[in-house]
């Protein structure tokens, strides 16, 4: 409801069509680390990104979109970058490690001939830890008993 809300908006505050436009966001970050995400730029004519800004939206339209603007998001960037094959994306990062589990956030984009807000909403979720292979276990070493014949030596077993 709040995106649709939020869509209404932006389209009656511009009578023209949109030639660009904000793709998904992809996070390539987890929980405590800093934020490294990615959004596709859409666009029919590229000539329009050489004077886009993509920016935070201000506090009013997030009050207007029914999100609390945290005060985490002030450390939020945007870069317009090419990516590898020529797409155009913008480049989402903090220079702080985010420690709440989810973001919500208004991204604005403004170029020449108009203007787009989009509502993110991104889960963090924990670092996976890379799997580590356990050490073999080794049979105790004893020391020999005079009375007792040593035991046989075992190789370890490995799963």
Do not use: C
Request: proline share 8%; glycine share 8%.
């Amino acid at each position: 409801m709040r995106r649709l809300a939020l869509a209404m908006a932006v389209a009656m505050a511009s009578g023209r069509g949109y030639a660009l436009g904000l793709g998904d966001i992809e996070l390539h970050s987890a929980l405590n680390q800093p934020l490294n995400a990615e959004v596709r730029l859409l666009t029919e004519n590229p000539e329009e990104l050489k004077n886009a800004v993509v920016k935070l939206a201000p506090g009013e339209e997030f009050a207007r979109a029914g999100i609390e603007r945290s005060a985490i998001l002030s450390d939020l960037g945007f870069t317009i970058i090419t990516a590898k094959g020529g797409a155009s994306i913008v480049k989402i990062t903090s220079t702080q490690p985010i420690r709440e589990p989810f973001l919500d956030f208004v991204v604005q984009i403004d170029w020449q001939s108009g203007r787009l807000l989009r509502e993110y909403t991104v889960l963090l979720d924990p670092p996976v830890l890379g799997e580590e292979k356990a050490a073999p276990i080794a049979a105790p070493e004893t020391a020999p008993n005079s009375d007792r014949q040593p035991a046989p030596e075992t190789e370890p077993v490995s799963g």
